[in-house]
C-alpha cells in the first residue's frame, strides 16, 4: 500500500456531473463543469470520502455488459462477487488483496477494528442503523482466517495515556498551545496542505491505528513468539483516509509497516458476504488479549468530542490526584459544527474546542496563526459527526437516512462506554500492564521510538 496512489475517484463514465459531491468535499477539491465528468485535485483532496458517501449516480448490474462490470469490480479493488451497485464516486478497494493474503498460510493475519465499526457493521446485513455486534464481529473475523483479533480501542486508550501526557507538559509549560488532536488523518493531511506554519501545535502522537500497528509488530510480536517479519497487519476502519496514513512513509517500526492494509466497513462486510459467513447468527466472540482489552473511554473515540471527552476523564485524574466527580461529560458531546467548553481541573481552567466537519476549522487555523486562539486543546475530526459518518462506512443513499443513521450509531457507542466495567484509559488493566512489561512511562524513550511521529509540509507554496 502506497500514499502516493490515489485513493478517491471518479469514473468518467458513470458522472453526471450533478456536482452533489462538490457540495459535500470540505476543502473543495473536486472541480467541473455542471453536467460533465468531475475531477478532483489530489493535492489538496483530504481522502475524507464524503463524495463517495454522497454520489448516487451508478451502473446497474443488468445495465452495462457484465463484462464491463467485472472490469469495473477488478480496477476498484473489488471481489468479483460484490453485488452492490458500482457509483461514479468510489475509493480503492484492498479486499481482493486481503483476501489471497487470508489464504497464505506462511503469515501470521493480525487484525484490528475502529471504535465503530461494532456499531455500523451489522447495517450492511440488514440490522437497524447503530446495532452493536462487538461479538459477532470477532466470531466473523477469526471465520475468515485471522490469527489474533484485536482492537483499535486498545491504541486510543494508549493515544489517551500518550496525548494527555503531552497535553499537561504543554500546558505547565505554556509551549506550543493551542494543541490539536491528530488521530484524523483527513485533519492532518489538510493541516500539512493548507497550515504547515502550525504543525508544531499538533499533537506527535500517532493515531490509535497506527499505534495498535507498531505494538503488533513489537510488544505483541514477543509475547507470541512471532518474527515481525512473517505478520500481516491489517485493520478495519470507517474512514478510507486510514489507507492513505498506513502509507505514510514515517509509519513504520524499525523498517516494517505498522499497518500493511487497511479495509473499509463496506469491504469487511463484502468479505463476510464472499465467505458465506451467517454474520447474523453467528455466536459472540471475545477480542484477544492484550490488544483487545479496552475502556469506555477508548469506545468513545468514534464519535465527535470523544477524543476530548477521553482525554478529560484520565487528564483530570492525573492532574489532581482525585477521581472525576461525573464520567459522562454530556457538555463535550454533540453534532456537526464548533462546540466550546471550559473545564476546572484542579486550579486549571482548561478552554477546549471540539471542531466536527473540517470547513469550520479555518476560524480556529487562522486565530492559531494570529497567536489570538483562546483554546488550549481542540479536537479536530474531518467527517461530519466523526468517525460513525466516516467514508467507508455503510453507504446512505437517502439525505433523510443520513441523521438517524448518525444518531442511531453515536448512541450505541454511548452505550458501550457506559456498559464497560473500566471507563477510563488509565484504570484498563492491559494499557496498566503495558507500560509495567514495555514502554516504561507515557513520553519515555520507548513511546516516542514507536508511538509519536512528525507531520511534514504538503504546501505548494514551499515547493
Ligand atoms: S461523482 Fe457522483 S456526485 Fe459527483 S458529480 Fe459525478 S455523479 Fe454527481
Ligand atoms: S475525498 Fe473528501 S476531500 Fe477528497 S474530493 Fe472527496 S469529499 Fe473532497
Not at 475517484?9 to 477539491?29: F, K, N, S, W, Y
Not at 470547513?359 to 486565530?367: E, G, H, N
Not at 456498559?419 to 512511562?441: C, M, T, W
Request: glycine share 8%.
Amino acid at each position: 500500500m502506497s500514499n502516493l496512489d490515489p485513493i478517491i475517484h471518479i469514473d468518467e463514465q458513470l458522472c453526471t456531473g450533478c456536482r452533489r459531491c462538490a457540495a459535500v468535499c470540505p476543502v473543495d477539491a473536486i472541480t467541473g463543469e455542471a453536467g460533465a465528468p468531475q475531477s478532483i485535485d489530489a493535492h489538496r483532496c483530504v481522502v475524507c470520502g464524503q463524495c463517495v458517501q454522497i454520489c448516487s449516480a451508478y451502473a446497474a448490474e443488468s445495465a452495462p455488459s457484465l463484462a464491463t462490470r467485472e472490469e469495473k469490480l477488478r480496477q476498484r479493488g473489488q471481489l468479483p462477487s460484490v453485488r452492490e451497485p458500482l457509483f461514479a464516486a468510489y475509493s480503492t478497494g484492498h479486499a481482493k488483496e486481503l483476501k489471497e493474503a487470508l489464504a497464505d498460510p506462511k503469515r501470521y493475519k493480525v487484525v484490528q477494528c475502529a471504535p465503530v465499526i461494532r456499531v455500523s457493521l451489522a447495517e450492511e446485513f440488514g440490522l437497524p442503523f447503530g446495532t452493536l455486534t462487538p461479538g459477532k464481529m470477532a466470531a466473523a473475523l477469526r471465520q475468515l482466517n485471522f490469527d489474533r483479533v484485536y482492537d483499535t480501542n486498545f491504541g486510543a486508550d494508549v493515544t489517551i495515556m500518550e496525548e494527555g501526557s503531552e497535553l499537561i507538559s504543554r500546558v505547565m509549560s505554556g509551549e506550543r498551545l493551542p494543541m490539536f488532536t491528530s488521530c484524523c488523518p483527513a485533519w492532518v493531511k489538510h493541516a500539512e496542505t493548507a497550515a504547515p506554519q502550525l504543525l508544531e501545535h499538533l499533537s506527535s502522537c500517532k493515531s490509535p491505528m497506527q499505534m495498535v500497528g507498531a505494538l503488533v509488530k513489537t510488544y505483541s510480536a514477543e509475547l507470541d513468539g512471532v518474527d515481525p517479519v512473517d505478520i500481516f497487519s491489517v485493520a478495519v476502519m470507517p474512514c478510507t483516509c486510514k489507507k492513505f496514513e498506513a502509507g505514510r512513509e514515517e509509519m513504520n517500526v524499525d523498517g516494517l509497516r505498522e499497518v500493511d492494509l487497511v479495509i473499509t466497513t463496506r469491504e469487511l462486510a463484502q468479505l463476510i458476504k464472499d465467505k458465506g459467513i451467517d454474520f447474523l447468527n453467528l455466536p459472540d466472540e471475545p477480542f484477544d488479549s492484550p490488544l483487545g482489552k479496552y475502556s469506555g473511554a477508548g469506545t468513545i473515540f468514534g464519535a465527535t468530542g470523544g477524543v476530548m471527552e477521553a482525554a478529560i476523564r484520565t487528564g483530570y485524574e492525573l492532574v489532581t490526584h482525585e477521581s472525576i466527580p461525573n464520567l459522562q461529560l454530556d457538555f463535550i458531546r454533540g453534532n456537526e459544527g464548533i462546540r466550546t467548553a471550559t473545564v476546572q481541573i484542579g486550579d486549571l481552567e482548561l478552554r477546549v474546542a471540539m471542531v466536527a466537519g473540517l470547513q469550520y476549522v479555518s476560524t480556529i487555523l487562522k486565530q492559531a496563526a494570529e497567536g489570538t486562539c483562546p483554546y488550549h486543546f481542540i479536537e479536530v475530526m474531518a467527517c461530519p459527526e466523526g468517525c460513525v459518518s466516516g467514508g467507508g462506512q455503510p453507504k446512505l443513499l437517502l439525505e433523510t437516512q443520513r441523521k438517524a443513521a448518525y444518531q442511531a450509531r453515536k448512541s450505541s457507542i454511548y452505550r458501550h462506554d457506559s456498559n464497560q466495567k473500566v471507563r477510563k484509559s488509565h484504570e484498563n488493566p492491559a494499557i496498566i500492564k503495558l507500560y509495567k512489561d514495555f514502554l516504561g512511562e507515557p513520553l519515555g524513550h520507548v513511546s516516542h521510538h514507536l508511538l509519536h511521529t512528525k507531520f511534514i509540509s504538503r504546501s505548494t507554496k514551499e515547493e
